[in-house]
T-cell receptor
Framework: QQQVKQSPQSLIVQKGGISIINCAYE??????FPWYQQFPGKGPALLIA?????SEKKEGRFTISFNKSAKQFSLHIMDSQPGDSATYFC????????????FGSGTKLNVKP | DTGVSQDPRHKITKRGQNVTFRCDPI?????LYWYRQTLGQGPEFLTY????????KSRLLSDRFSAERPKGSFSTLEIQRTEQGDSAMYLC???????????FGDGTRLSIL
């Protein structure tokens, strides 16, 4: 049973548009929610992360929105660029246990020029 | 670049053979993690070390798998009697401690013939 459910599986966005990727979880013990970006042949790279005590975190063009009551969080990429084309993974970690992350199944983003 | 280093990048072997992968974490990081990633999926946690101690193992880590981290520096992951289902990308990550982000290497892609 997947602990973190991610959608959509793939996403096509025009250059300059907004890319939105959603994740949902059930385990209320999760305390840390990072997003990773992965290019082909490379390992995942940390993009941005949030803790449940805030509802939004913004870093440059990337924003995480967090809805604790709905147990959902999303990644918004503003002004999407072709260089943003990659696979994005959301993840969650259990409170007081940063020993492992539970990853979503990934969203392949293609930003058209 | 002093990121997480994994070797080899690719390994092709026949079913039934043993394989060993190496991971060199970021030098000051005391935590080291192994994940497995199959095509189209997010990474799945395998095991975790704090310094030289292996503190957690996933049920995915069957008795054919063994991981070590002698002296708390580099780590090795060995798979004995490889099976077709072992074909995957094996990712290593390291972190400074609780609450610190995990930094991933570029992985070892294992192909079983």
């Amino acid at each position: 049973q997947q602990q973190v459910k991610q959608s959509p599986q793939s996403l096509i966005v025009q250059k300059g548009g907004i890319s939105i990727i959603n994740c949902a979880y059930e385990n209320t013990a999760f305390d840390y929610f990072p997003w990773y970006q992965q290019f082909p042949g490379k390992g995942p790279a940390l993009l941005i992360a949030i803790r449940p005590d805030v509802s939004e975190k913004k870093e440059g063009r990337f924003t995480i929105s967090f809805n604790k009551s709905a147990k959902q969080f999303s990644l918004h990429i503003m002004d999407s660029q072709p260089g943003d084309s990659a696979t994005y993974f959301c993840a969650a970690s259990i409170k007081n246990n940063f020993n492992k992350f539970y990853f979503g199944s990934g969203t392949k983003l293609n930003v058209k020029p | 670049d002093t990121g997480v280093s994994q070797d080899p990048r690719h390994k092709i072997t026949k079913r039934g053979q043993n394989v060993t992968f190496r991971c060199d974490p970021i030098s000051e990081h005391n935590r080291l993690y192994w994940y497995r990633q199959t095509l189209g999926q997010g990474p799945e946690f395998l095991t975790y070390f704090q310094n030289e101690a292996q503190l957690e193992k996933s049920r995915l880590l069957s008795d054919r798998f063994s991981a070590e981290r002698p002296k708390g520096s580099f780590s090795t992951l060995e798979i004995q009697r490889t099976e077709q289902g072992d074909s995957a990308m094996y990712l290593c990550a390291s972190s400074l401690g609780t609450g610190s982000p995990q930094h991933f290497g570029d992985g070892t892609r294992l192909s079983i013939l």
